[in-house]
């Protein structure tokens, strides 16, 4: 075997080396194991790490390829990947992050993961996450911050800041995360990573424990658009689990060299003068809207007159469909159970208030509150007439243009503890959250480091219904410009690996 730098390989790469001789999926199963030891320490990216899962799937796919059947492979063979912990494989924990399901194994592996699988992905374990998808920072987790590998000082942005962090630090090439209002896109946008939100029911959400069912959708994190797309091609399609899945035979890599010449780019006017908007920010979008320009693209502006309402309709419709979610973690079938009750009420009291964090606890009551007799038709059926609306603004748009360029995040990551006002941690999701709402694909794509802070920033992509393709295509002209997504330099060294084995030490085990 070849010695080879683990933290520099693509999917592409690792494909191909499997072709050539030059590795065995063992090999790179070992490198990333050593990555993993190395940077996770400083990072807490990974809840579970399941070096005996990744060793068996190693070694079905060198045994495919030591039988001439490399072509019948996925297109994530040998390719080690992390989920996010609300999403279920068997034989591990999905604990989302929550001392109520702290010690809860899973019973079955969610379509996602087992897609992962069936394409020869390696799974390398389960990844931190805000409480249940609670929160825009990482911090909300039961387990311990995540920290951002570009700053240690700094939040990796959230709910999947595991997912990001652990791409960005060079620990794996793909990961998968979940996005209710913008928690792949504002993680990927902290740590300078691409991350993609598909159109709502490209991608299964069977097993993957819901936040808001109408809202969530999972997607991958990579450090380049190829990647992703790869990654993307091989989650999508119809699952008869879940009802809202649609059939999919796009391949998500075939117009990613194409360029933006003749597309039309939208651009949003409210978007880009909002209110907490960081200059260095606006700037960097402001230089894509001008790259593409060059590059042949029409930028048209485009209005979404409802805009402005999202945050409201989701801090509605995201709290009541969590409520309804939650109510099943009861104490008695499973999850945490406070000890020492005589009655059913009091166990249920004791065990929710000492299972939930104080985030999570914050939504059950305000989704309680919003769907109570008197309150209902005041507030979620008017949230529901806006989301209507939303979804019109968008459809609307997208007669003008082929794809609306954002930001993904109003600001840069920022220090933990440096928000505690939930109000205003919430705006961190400020132009992401009406994608989820419409539905629509949305993705975020690094454009380099900030003038002023040095720390990554991004933009976003927002794609027609189903037409994920065209926001991946501006993504890859976006990407011959600024470049593929870098690991944090911290990290750079740490993770180059010539595919020695992992040290013995534990590595978290399943």
Known sequence: ??????????????????????????????????????????????LQVTPDAAFAAAEAVDAAVAAGKLDTLGPLAGVPVGFKDNMNLLGTR?????????????????????RVLDAGGLPMGKLNMDEFAFGSSTETSAFGTTKNPWDLERVPGGSSGGSAAAVAAGMTPVTLGSDTGGSIRQPASFCGVVGVKPTYGLVSRYGVVAFGSSLDQVGPFARNVRDAALA???????????????????????????????????IVPVFMTAEGLEPEVGEAVLGAIQKLAAAGAEIVEVDLPNAAAAMSAYYVIGPCEAFSNLSRFDSVRYGFRDPGHADLGSQYEASRSGGFGAEARRRIMLGSYLLSAGVYNTYYY???????????????????????????SPRTAFKFGEIS??????????????????????????????SDSGLPVSAQLICPWFEDEKMLRVAAALEREYGAAPIAPSYADLTASSGEPAPSSDLGGE
């Open 382 to 408: 008017p949230a529901q007439q806006v989301r209507t609306l939303i979804t019109d603004d968008y459809r609307m748009a997208f007669g003008e243009c082929d794809c609306i360029l954002a930001p993904a």
């Open 94 to 114: 999905t604990t989302c992050g929550s001392r109520m399901l702290e010690n809860y194994e899973s019973m079955y592996t969610a379509t996602c993961v087992q």
């Open 232 to 266: 993307l091609n091989a989650l999508v399609g119809h699952d008869d689990k879940d009802c809202t899945s649609q059939p999919c035979s796009t391949d998500f890599t075939a117009n990613l060299n194409e360029g933006v010449e003749g597309m039309r780019i939208g």
């Open 421 to 450: 006002d939930p109000a205003t941690m919430y705006l961190s999701d400020i132009f992401t959250i009406s994608i989820n709402i419409a539905g629509n694909g949305g993705m975020s794509v690094p454009l380099g480091l900030g």
């Open 1 to 46: 075997m070849s010695s080879f730098d683990y933290s520099a390989l693509s999917v592409d790469d690792i494909r191909s080396g499997l072709a050539a001789g030059d590795f065995k999926a063992r090999d790179i199963a070992e490198a990333a194991l050593t990555c993993i030891e190395a940077a996770d320490a400083s990072i807490n990216a990974f």
